[in-house]
């Protein structure tokens, strides 16, 4: 600041001057405004505006990047009426474009604008993260790419970063003014035209709008009255200094805020200021203004409501030292924040000490095994505090559901939340081994109220000695205390919407997010202390009376239908707005967010994406942006426009019917219908497609995907969701917007599930994106248990199970044929052959000519030449999220880098999720409840799929190209129940059960893939990743080294890879290479025990007809003999 009076008094050639106001904007305003002595430190989203406002009173769009944040601000009457920021990554900044052209192509930033404006073929770089972009920028270059076309590549990745993950789906109004720093490199603006397809003006001296626009703010405000005329010295800034004073803790005052905030004492003009902290108390101190934070911080409130007025937390030291009494430890996070008055109750009420964490320890965050969220770091950290203390027991239940009011579906708990006692059990194992503590995991299923949790826990207790009397009173009073707790948060939440009523001035703000990550002091950096010291009431979303409202049918989680229902009250008054908490990473919100943005709609609403990383400055100008922006839209009373757009619909009943945008109603078989299936991986996707036409459907497959798909995927999403869903979305809206018929009514066909997996958001958020963007004649089919499988009949169902069981067969053999084929070309082109043959019996055979097809085209697989035995082929298994183990596009080149090394790829087969339904279903593992007739009906129906999979595969095998396996998923959960409980649902325990079941089996090695950021994925990664060694090994369930083959054995091959398709890194090439030596000695001890075990075997069975002989000779005669001969045999 100091230089910059320096050359402005040098620019006027020292001449003495009146200044009358000053002020400041951008990320060091709050410093810079301590220094000068000036009131007017003003938020960078008012200071653009206004600048751009002056030289275009008609501006109603701003596109602003800068070297650290990237802005989007929408004006109404020249008023900031709604904006959005970068909300974690830099990539659509100026350092990122710095950084990468520096990093990756020594390039200067002052060159980039000219070389890259002379680019004529510019490579996609699409929008990805600086962290990847590099390496793709290397690539390209390796590729003989030139440099300026790299360059205009790069250029234009930064525009669609920006248009893609800052401004998304938010208007664009006729005039739009691109400013920032980033804008003196002409080609950025140039390619935002070229992208945008519209004009873009570009103001003089755009790196200065914002401070332009500030000094116009400040004059306005002194005509105003808003602010007072002051007088400023420029050569008196320019020798001001400042002084740093010894620091002090904030003590938190009557708000009793314990974040102990380091406050510097700086000294200007002789007079020491406080400066610094998460909050305004000081910044208020300074310009005398009184605010009383507690009275506004109604997060807090709900804390100690939690924690200390319904909850108990005892003292460690005993009472009276001769009678010891046993103490239980609450980890201070996930759904503690909400369930502390029920635990903590419940163990008190019996005579447990109830200790809680206090700290995150960061030993703990140092032994993350996966990419884990804040919220799942802080419960690492946690658990090694409470370790540490020592207790008998620590309650870490596996949570299912909770009770919310008035939903259509369960209200399930999010994968990291319910996986923590398994991966923190896993992670810790040596430390529990080594301690006393013993880790208490009960599964609580309490969809219906907390009262369903009492039978499990008092049956969990008495294995304590607690009596069942006492127990059953303890967990009633607990029970008690947490309806309380909850029944005080509605009444303070009604009461406070009352007062905001009665003083239409004032507005408050709704916090969203878990309590676990938005109400928590760990993890919310103050935020809620921040709103409330700017004298706004800051309200936790479940104090909000909402449970009038409905959430969508396709809303599982238990806290998304919280904030959707208390969304919607916000929504619909004027006197409250949205800020939403999220982490990075975070599955949940992936999909959320966009729900709850799509429900504003243009009401303005914040978005503060946290993790370890973040800055407190950037979160106060978000804060400071936000609220101005609220204000604004108040004051300027804009109307929100209803989307009159009617889309296609499907209508389940006892037959589909189809409903165009026009109102026609279409059987699902009628001419002017179509039904499409996204890549799924090519045999799976082209069976379901016959499967549909021989049953009178026009239906299709789709290729499988390419970067193109991925860019239109992104395009058309968020970005966070997972990989399955952007692609799959990429791949109907490119097919929607080539369509050549759009009278036609188009079905993309989704996969879906129950939950806690996002899988089953894909059709509800692609069901919302086709209403936003507004695509006449499409609409979603899905096929669930719920809606009766689309109306399909039993006998098409047992078809589609039957022909993907060959599907899956038909993959393995394809690999087995890459490596063994003795000309793998001509093998291929008579792989093809058959493949397509199946694919039309699919469409025009029953199930009765199955077998006999089956038997042809064992026939013809078994006439294509191999080079030796195929099943001495070392066996790699790929293992992982159902889609991209299988899909081609997603799993990248690890296949054929395998095959090409002389592994058989063993891909884990989609038909195992559908025996893992039957075996959830037919084990009471699920919740719904059945009649008689309907659990005969579905054990009948796994037997009947059982025997078909076993029919199939024999035949098959006959081929000598295919080794019989059943899938079994019984003994894949057998190999897994020591580390989760088998009511822990999904992927992940079929992901470990399988991957410990097949290594050293028929495997040497096993790779996991997931997408990016997949929840079961990472919670199997976590473990796996201290289970995949000999140790591990001998603790599943009948694995015994007979041999001693493996006695030298340590880590087996295991490998966790995450795809978002992009190309994969240099590290994971290099673990690839890594994995696949490790992979082939492994074979070789596998090839010693299986000699081994077969010699072992053949002396059993000499030995065995020797006895038998000897027993059977001179008292049974010969024919005794041959009986016993044949027996044997």
Request: charge should be positive.
């Amino acid at each position: 600041a100091r230089n910059c009076y320096k050359a402005i008094h040098e620019q006027l050639n020292n001449s003495e001057i009146s200044i009358t106001g000053l002020g400041v904007t951008g990320s060091g305003r709050l410093i810079a405004g301590l220094h000068a002595l000036t009131s007017n430190v003003i938020n960078e989203i008012i200071a653009h505006a206004t600048a751009a406002a002056y030289f275009d009173p008609e501006v109603d769009t701003i596109f602003e990047i800068g070297g650290q944040d990237a802005k989007y601000t929408f004006l109404t009457g020249g008023v900031p009426s709604d904006y959005a920021m970068n909300e974690a990554c830099s990539a659509g900044t100026g350092s990122f474009l710095e950084e990468s052209a520096r990093e990756a192509l020594n390039v200067l930033t002052e060159e980039i604008g000219g070389l890259a404006l002379q680019g004529n073929n510019p490579p996609n770089f699409t929008d990805q993260c600086s962290a990847f972009i590099s390496s793709d920028i290397k690539i390209a270059a390796q590729e003989g790419i030139p440099k300026n076309d790299l360059l205009a590549g790069l250029v234009y990745s930064i525009c669609m970063n920006y248009l893609n993950r800052v401004k998304g789906s938010r208007p664009v109004g006729k005039k739009i003014f691109m400013q920032g720093g980033v804008c003196y490199n002409k080609a950025v603006p140039v390619a935002m035209a070229s992208l945008m397809n519209s004009k873009i003006i570009v103001p003089p001296d755009p790196g200065l709008m914002g401070a332009f626009g500030v000094a116009l703010e400040v004059k306005s405000r002194i005509k105003l009255g808003i602010t007072e005329r002051c007088s400023f010295d420029l050569v008196e800034l320019v020798n001001r200094d400042t002084v740093r004073e010894s620091n002090f803790t904030c003590n938190g005052g009557k708000e009793k805020c314990d974040r102990k905030c380091e406050i510097s004492r700086i000294r200007v003009n002789g007079k020491v200021y406080p400066f610094g902290g998460v909050c305004n108390k000081y910044y208020n101190l300074r310009l005398n203004k009184e605010v009383d934070a507690s009275k506004y911080d109604l997060v807090a409130l709900r804390q100690s409501l939690a924690f200390e007025k319904y909850g108990v937390v005892s003292s460690l030291e005993s009472s009276n030292p001769n009678i010891p009494e046993r103490t239980v430890g609450i980890l201070r996070s996930f759904l503690t924040h909400s369930l502390f008055p029920l635990y903590s109750n419940f163990f008190d009420q019996m005579g447990f000490k109830v200790v809680l964490s206090d700290n995150i320890d960061p030993e703990g965050i140092s032994r993350i095994e996966a990419a884990f969220c804040l919220p799942a770091e802080i419960t690492h950290g946690s658990f090694v505090n409470l370790l540490k203390k020592k207790p008998d027991y620590i309650f870490i239940p596996q949570v299912m559901q909770i009770p919310i009011k008035n939903v259509p579906t369960y209200s399930r708990i999010c994968v990291f939340v319910q996986g923590e006692p398994y991966y923190l059990k896993t992670t810790f194992r040596k430390e529990l081994e080594e301690s006393t503590t013993v880790v208490l995991s009960p599964v609580l299923k309490m969809q219906k109220g907390y009262e369903f949790a009492e039978d499990t826990l008092v049956q969990m207790v008495k294995k304590m000695g607690i009596g069942e009397k006492q127990a059953r009173e303890a967990f009633q009073f607990a029970c008690r205390k947490q309806y309380e707790f909850e029944n005080e948060l509605l009444e303070i939440g009604s009461k406070t919407l009352k007062e905001l009523d009665q003083n239409p001035d004032l507005f408050g703000i709704v916090l969203f997010g878990r309590p676990y990550n938005a109400f928590s002091t760990d993890a919310n950096m103050g935020i809620p202390h921040k709103i409330a010291s700017r004298g706004f009431v800051v309200i936790p979303h479940d104090m909000i009376p909402s449970a009038e409202y409905n959430v969508h049918h396709k809303m599982f989680w238990a806290t998304g239908q919280k904030i959707m229902k208390s969304a919607q009250l916000v929504k619909k008054r004027d006197n409250l707005f949205g800020f939403y908490i999220t982490n990075f990473s975070c599955g949940p919100d992936s999909f959320l967010l966009g729900y709850f943005r799509n429900l504003m709609d243009s009401k303005p609403s914040l978005t503060l994406e946290l993790d370890q990383h973040t800055a407190d400055a950037g979160i106060d100008t978000r804060i400071e942006a936000a609220i101005d922006i609220m204000t604004s839209f108040r004051r300027l009373k804009i109307h929100i426009q209803k989307n009159q757009f009617k889309a296609a619909r499907v209508l389940y009943d006892k037959e589909i019917k189809v409903v165009s945008s026009d109102g026609n109603k279409y059987s699902l078989t009628d001419p002017n219908v179509e039904v499409v299936f996204p890549s799924m991986g090519r045999f799976a996707t082209e069976v379901g497609a016959a499967l549909f036409r021989s049953i009178g459907v026009n239906a299709k497959a789709l290729n499988i995907p390419n970067k193109d798909i991925l860019l239109e995927g992104r395009k058309n999403t968020t970005c966070k969701e997972c990989l399955p869903y952007i692609l799959t979305t990429g791949s109907f809206i490119d097919y929607a917007n080539k369509r050549d018929n759009t009278q036609k009514v188009t079905l993309f066909f989704m996969a879906t599930g129950g939950g806690p997996c996002r899988l089953g958001q894909y059709w509800g958020a692609l069901e919302d994106l086709i209403q936003k963007n507004k695509i006449p004649n499409v609409a979603v089919l899905t096929a669930t248990d719920e809606n009766g499988y689309a109306g399909f009949g039993a006998r098409v169902l047992l078809k589609f199970w039957m022909a993907l069981v060959v599907a899956d067969v038909f993959g393995d053999i394809a690999s087995t044929l890459r490596v063994a084929a003795r000309n793998w070309s001509e093998a291929q082109i008579e792989f093809e052959k058959i493949w397509n043959d199946f694919i039309k019996f699919l469409e025009n055979g029953g199930i009765i000519q199955f077998s006999n097809f089956l038997k042809n085209v064992s026939s013809r697989l078994s006439a294509i030449p191999v080079k030796g035995n195929p099943f001495d082929i070392p066996v790699i298994s790929l293992i992982g999220e159902i889609y991209v183990r299988r899909e081609e596009f997603s799993r990248k080149n690890i296949v054929n880098y395998l095959e090409d090394h002389g592994f058989m790829v063993k891909v884990a087969p989609v038909a195992e999720y559908l025996c893992y339904s039957n075996y959830v279903v037919n084990t009471g593992l699920g919740e719904r409840t059945f009649s008689l007739k309907e659990q005969l009906k579905m054990k009948l129906t796994a037997q009947v799929q059982e025997w078909w999979e076993r029919r199939i595969k024999t035949i098959l095998s006959d081929s000598g190209l295919y080794k019989f396996e059943m899938i079994e998923v019984d003994k894949t959960i057998r190999a897994a129940n020591h580390l989760l409980d088998e009511n822990f649902r999904g992927e992940a325990i079929l992901t470990v059960g399988l991957a410990l079941r097949e290594i050293l089996h028929d495997s040497c090695g096993v790779i996991s893939i997931g997408p990016f950021g997949c929840m079961p994925s990472r919670v199997a990664e976590s473990i796996l990743k201290k289970e995949m060694n000999m140790e591990g090994k001998k603790r599943v369930a009948g694995f015994i080294d007979q041999s001693g083959a493996y006695a030298e054995l340590d880590n087996l091959p295991f490998l966790s890879i995450e795809t978002d398709g992009s190309p994969f890194p240099q590290l994971i090439e290099a673990n690839l290479e890594a994995f696949v030596l490790q992979a082939k000695r492994v074979h070789q001890k596998i090839l010693r025990a299986n000699k081994s075990r077969n010699k072992k075997n053949k002396n059993i069975s000499v030995r065995l007809f020797d006895i038998v002989r000897g027993s059977s000779g001179s008292k049974n005669g010969v024919k005794n003999k041959k009986n016993s001969s044949e027996a044997t045999i």
